[in-house]
Each structure stands twice: as structure tokens, then as C-alpha cells.
């Protein structure tokens, strides 16, 4: 397939050797834009493999490993991306893949610092409030980010986590969405959020969860507010 876009493996079981036959082809390819490799048996080494090619690779602007249990060194090797200036990746999807608080840094210092990422989705990793602080820390240093999936990652309502999130909101214009779906972040901050949603009108889709502790009204008064944002914005 001479123009192929999109490549997309589900439960494909890849292991390392497969992952290596994917990176292999990815290093050389100029056609291809999405990878999908959702619960393909990818581990760290597999992630060794496809950092390798992403250094080479100029076209990519999509790689989700969702579901597979790279941990923090796979996202650490993942990170090495950043080093190819000539890398057109927009879009990192690590939903649910084994990721804990160490993993917070090296995101920050590494698939953050790519030029080109407007999407990282972290959705379902036990980062904990360590690990979104350093994440936070991350965007703050490289603010090119539009879109940051932070969903069930762990965190509630530490003061510190919570301050880190409003001052990004309002200091941070390019980055217009935030999923923070399934981590219990109360009243108090959603009224905090729902203010800055009313005089920044970069934020179009600040997603809580309408369970977590949250007064149904509020979370709807939150819901229309980014989308009158959106439609102004758009």
C-alpha cells in the first residue's frame, strides 16, 4: 500500500518482535499519519523500538498505544521523540498504560518538550497528584499543548494540584481543553474553574465528572459556559 494513512491494531498481540516489524516500517515510511496499536502486548522495549523510528520518522501526527503496559520506562523512552525537529507527531495517546507519579517527569522532560504535540492523553494511569504536578509542570515549560486527557489519573482535592490546574487554565491560552473525567475534585474547585471559564474564553471543554462530588447545577452551569466559549472560539 503505496499511500497508506492510517494504520490501526487491535488485541493484535505484537510483542516485541512484532512492534520492531511495525517500527521498522514506520522509520521509513513518508505516507503514513495515524498508528493504532491498542492492546497489541507492546512493552518497554517495543516503545525502544518505536522512539527509534519517531527520531527518523517526518509525517506521523498520530500514535495511540492505549492498553498496553509500557510503564514509566516505556514512556521515558517514548520521549526521545522530542530530539526530531523535523517530527510531525500532534497526537500521544497512553490511556491506561501502566503509567505511576514517576512517570510525571519524564513526560515532562521529554514527549512534552516535542514541538509539534497538541494532544497528550494520559487517561486511566495511576499518576497521582506527584506525577500531574510534574505533567503540569511540563506544559507550563513547553505551553504548545491544546488538548491534556488527565481523566481517572488519581488525583482529588490536594490544594497544591488543584492551584497548579487554575493557574494553568488561566496563564496557559493554547491549551483549550481538559479531561479530568473521574477524579473527585468537589464543589469548590468547579465553582473556581466555572469563574476563569467566564473571563477566559480560550477554555471550550473542561470535563469533570458530574459524580465526583459535584453539584449537579454547577456542573451544568460548567457545561454551557464552555460551550458558549466554543462557539465564540470557533
Not at 497508506?4 to 516500517?25: P, V
Not at 519524564?106 to 497528584?129: F, Q, V
Not at 486527557?149 to 492551584?163: F, K, M, N
Amino acid at each position: 500500500y503505496a499511500h497508506l494513512q492510517t494504520l490501526a491494531l487491535w488485541s493484535a498481540n505484537l510483542q516485541e518482535e512484532g512492534t520492531k516489524g511495525i517500527a521498522n516500517y514506520l522509520g521509513k515510511n513518508r505516507t503514513l499519519l495515524t498508528l493504532e496499536l491498542t492492546d497489541c502486548g507492546i512493552n518497554e522495549m517495543g516503545c525502544k523500538s518505536l522512539s527509534d523510528a519517531l527520531e527518523k520518522n517526518t509525517v506521523l501526527t498520530r500514535l495511540c498505544l492505549d492498553f498496553n503496559q509500557i510503564g514509566n520506562r516505556g514512556a521515558e523512552l517514548l520521549g526521545s521523540m522530542s530530539l526530531n525537529r523535523s517530527s510531525a507527531l500532534q497526537s500521544l495517546e497512553l490511556s491506561f498504560c501502566g503509567l505511576t507519579a514517576g512517570a510525571g517527569p519524564l513526560l515532562a522532560t521529554g514527549a512534552l518538550r516535542c514541538p509539534t504535540l497538541r494532544n497528550l492523553e494520559l487517561k486511566g494511569n495511576a499518576l497521582g497528584a506527584e506525577g500531574v504536578l510534574a505533567v503540569l509542570g511540563g506544559v507550563r515549560a513547553q505551553p504548545g499543548l491544546f488538548h491534556l486527557g488527565l481523566a481517572d489519573t488519581g488525583i482529588s482535592r490536594e490544594p497544591e494540584v488543584q492551584a497548579a490546574l487554575l493557574e494553568l487554565f488561566a496563564t496557559v491560552p493554547l491549551c483549550c481543553e481538559y479531561d479530568l473525567m473521574g477524579n473527585m475534585l468537589g464543589d469548590q474547585f468547579c465553582y473556581q474553574v466555572l469563574q476563569l471559564t467566564r473571563v477566559h474564553e480560550h477554555l471550550i471543554d473542561v470535563r469533570v465528572c458530574a459524580t465526583s462530588a459535584v453539584d449537579p447545577l454547577l456542573y451544568k452551569q460548567l457545561l454551557d459556559q464552555c460551550a458558549a466559549n466554543k462557539k465564540v472560539w470557533t
